[in-house]
């Protein structure tokens, strides 16, 4: 039985990752923290089967647990992963502060030096399908962004087989509200979300463009938009490969996730769908040839930005971090 | 021309009269007030096709127009009335402050004394299908709740044809979000307002029973809901007539609308729902008997609470006052 | 391992049974029926985790399960369960064919003769909070609808105690899209669903009362209405208790779920709202003394009404019936 | 007073029609025709606050009318266009058959011969902004498609000024579902289409592609959305411009639109969103310089599809045709 310590237990990922481990039977939750709501219940902040104490982060026992999610904003996570790492309890950090392997790609994205640039050369971006082994070992492990997530899972194949005929990317994604987080702001306000859509920080802006471009080595335009959903990222991915590659061709790179549990490429002729994949710790995958001759094609990718975009794969990672089974616990 | 003043145009209501204005040939806004916004633009706080420079509740020029509309939150709105009526402008008040006709119910209802309760016997319930020709007259009109609106205009006929052989009525209210306002709230949040639905302030809680008993005599459990929609308001009525009270009967005393042009009565076996309604300044109105011989009846009324609710009687109350035509700007 | 057969697959309480099946670790789906559907597999209709072929009903094989669940129309069942019965398989039927006891009141509320009145005797109403130990033993268990389970579960601790003193009661519905199924109509056209709400079969005409009624022995008027999410049922209930009773009292009388692991009773003062119970087997009751000296009470009662509603509770009864904890993939 | 006639007047564009058209003092409904309603009022089929006979198009008196809308669908147009020009009545055609001037175009996109070539000469593209002269003068004006109005009016200033350095374009397009139409189908059931998202016809496949090629010259790669809200178009669409392009340089290309009443262009730094066209007849378009160096650029459109997309639209041609102020009927 895996002990597991929660940090920042009330945000959403936070919660998302609460009601995966109550069916997963090899974990277990030792505690769980909260800042302004430490000393209530879970029950109190989230409607919820489950029920669990909310504590400080000061009471928090490392020495009961084997492993640690952390579900803090980005900036403060550094001391919680130092002392955890101290205690010898293994980390997944659910915030942006350990995915750039470069500290200067972390000053030039977030506006910040990086708060721990020593623990960087340990630390491995916790993306399954690409770093399994590396993860396997891993002390520290910095869980992908959930637009990243879906957009690297979609262009890896390609460049992995040398398909990329120019290495400038459009990616126009779309994300349901919950991506901007439980903080009170007029963005989330249901007035001013229910029934619009817009897009927001288009073209070099977005912050995830760092992890995307690190991971695939390609130049990325890229385009979020907030969907009036709570849950789903889809995006809808614009390449150039070779001129005559034909489709066969394309289908066959995407063999290099023959095997993976929670990649799914669609047969061609169908696209998916947001709800593909809400609910479940799936990125499905379409591709679309626009015309061979010129070796354009579309992709299509998408995901539950909580599950595989988050705690899904965070839990995906202590699976794998610690020889279970990788499915456990996300069979839905 | 009548010239119109407006105070607190950035809420939902004030947003939602400025919208109906435009379209009305013979008003036209000489002011528009904010309060954090003073110094913008309207465009800059509200996506519209209209613009007007927002200014400082100071800065208004009470001279130059004929009427005000108060948008202002409860308790807060009195010296603003007070001085727009000693500038010899008509006053028409979209909040609680000026409907209950006995200081003692705000007391009791609202938790404070009354802040001009020398005003009170001026003040007319600006429910023009109940008091038409006092609002002609009225230099200070209080624009009813948005519940009471639709829930009055169900009852009114019964009440005055003497049918409700119990003066108990249980009223089931359904409302959009936009009934709580733009001011950010966890409760307005679109995570925890979307694709959800609940109670709140039900059986004897809810401020706008007061006007309810006031308008009806009747005595009202009343449970309001959050709809999971912006916009409408839909109550569902239940009541006791003499036992073996015919339909036709009932129907006879809706005849009391028959020439109002805001009061719909729809033909029987047919129910209103919340579209009917929504985005205009319509009540639309169901009766179901439920049985004859008890005399159980089903009433359901549905109305645009920002329109019929607010804003669209406000202007109806507008129309009346100056003795233009009652529809003016308001066909839609 | 309990060996499972489901017939009618592709409509909504199939699909949501067959998402529940796969984390229940000791059933497993032996064969799926579809009619349209036939020769296509699961995630052609649906998109999935799982995927299944999907056969004529006239290709199950029902030597090779244990139990068979029935998602077919009512009306329909009945050869499907009598076949299934007399190749000693046990059955849950999520029909309304085997809920009313008497045949009478089928031809009543159905509009026709019931079609093998024969096995009504045999039938257990499948609600295991009250027939547990007859489910345990059942060949033929009727599962509960959806309003009923939300209502019965919200009433039976009052009747129970004695704590009626009137035996009318009013209950106000709210139900999710979904529970109109997934058959085309323009009732459940998206763009006449969508961002409205309405009132439909209310008083004394919808089918379900006769569940209610059966197992309360109380009149129900009630009003069902059509909110716009996809799932969750929100009914709020009003009661007449003997005058005087006190909150303490009444909850009390909801220590009759003390056990139960899907019955939860929210503290005073706390409602219920649909997001805790959309996604799990839960049932939340809260409970509201409006007027403790004339014993009004309003009691607000949630639920999913495809899990707890219909096919959670189809799992929950398998459980029952074969002695297995009674949790098993019902957990989150 | 333009005495008007409405072919088809309860699909999605038909009604909203209607609805402006109530608004408009200068124009009075003669006739409007239905198919499965005729016999029928408008109230049975749409709730609203006016009423009108639907008659069968037999019974239409083209003699009593200075213009029709055909509000049918595209290939069953053309009889009743012909029919209505030979009475001398002046034509407004929503549907798509004359929109494209080449014949072998029609052919191509539509998949059949065009029904009547011999009109396609004197047929005027209806898009005012572009073609506002011949328009007052055209006996027949063929509407423009809904994605095509947002796509050409953000795309034909660049084009015009010479600024488009590369003739491919990419057009990421997202519609609420009121694009299609009232017709039943599973695509368009609530369940199906309520909190999910989905990508279809992508590429080169979506049949507006003609019309966007046609009027702007340009090679289009377009991939349309569905969006789970009702009405409305955002665009997002990917230029390439001559190296160093300076943002200054290409806002001045739009100052084509300095006196359009309905189009908008935001002030840097500023992008449209859904909510700030729904409701009008405007087109807002906001410019996102990506990277001036190279010249990339991304522009995002909005409208209400069946507003400026549709019905609107048609209503400000047949003022431009009847030389009424364009606005007429189209404020709010």
Request: charged share 25%; hydrophobic share 40%; net charge neutral.
């Given at each position: 039985m895996i002990r597991v310590g929660i940090y920042g237990a009330t945000g959403y990922t936070g919660f998302e990752l609460i009601k995966l481990l109550q069916r997963h039977h090899q974990a277990q939750i030792v505690f769980a923290t909260a800042r302004s709501a430490a000393g209530k219940r879970l029950g109190d902040v989230f409607p919820t089967m489950i029920d669990l104490p909310l504590i400080d982060a000061e009471e928090a026992n490392l020495a009961a647990v084997d492993v640690v999610f952390c579900c803090l904003p980005h900036g403060t996570t550094a001391p919680t992963v130092q002392r955890s790492l101290e205690a010898g309890v293994r980390v997944i950090d659910l915030?942006?502060?350990?995915?750039?392997?470069?500290p200067a790609d972390y000053q030039r994205w977030y506006g910040n030096t990086h708060p721990a640039p020593e623990l960087l050369a340990s630390a491995v971006y916790g993306l399954p399908e690409l770093h399994r082994e590396a993860i396997r070992h891993a002390r520290l492990v910095a869980n992908p962004g959930c637009y990243p997530t879906s957009v690297i899972l979609a262009l890896h194949p390609l460049v992995r087989a040398g398909?990329?005929?120019?290495?400038n990317v459009i990616v126009d994604s779309k994300s349901g509200?919950?991506?901007?987080?439980?903080s009170l702001s007029l963005k989330t306000h249901f007035g001013e979300t229910h029934e619009t859509f817009s897009a927001y920080n288009i073209g070099r802006s977005h912050r995830h463009i760092a992890e995307m471009e690190q991971e695939t080595g390609l130049q990325v335009i890229f385009s979020p938009h907030l969907l009036p959903v709570f849950k789903g990222i889809l995006s809808t991915i614009y390449v150039r490969l070779p001129?005559?590659?034909d489709a066969a061709l394309v289908r066959e790179a995407y063999g290099v996730y023959r095997d993976e549990p929670f990649v799914r490429l669609l047969p061609g002729g169908r696209l998916p769908e947001l709800r593909h994949a809400v609910g479940t710790n799936l990125c499905v995958l379409g591709i679309h040839p626009v015309d061979v001759d010129s070796g354009r094609y579309i992709l299509v990718s998408v995901e539950d930005n909580l599950i595989k975009g988050a705690s899904g794969q965070a839990l995906q990672n202590m699976n794998v971090m610690f020889g279970l089974e990788e499915t456990l616990g996300l069979m839905s």
């Open positions: 915030s942006a502060d350990f995915r750039l392997r470069d398909l990329m005929a120019d290495t509200v919950s991506g901007a987080g439980r001129a005559g590659t």
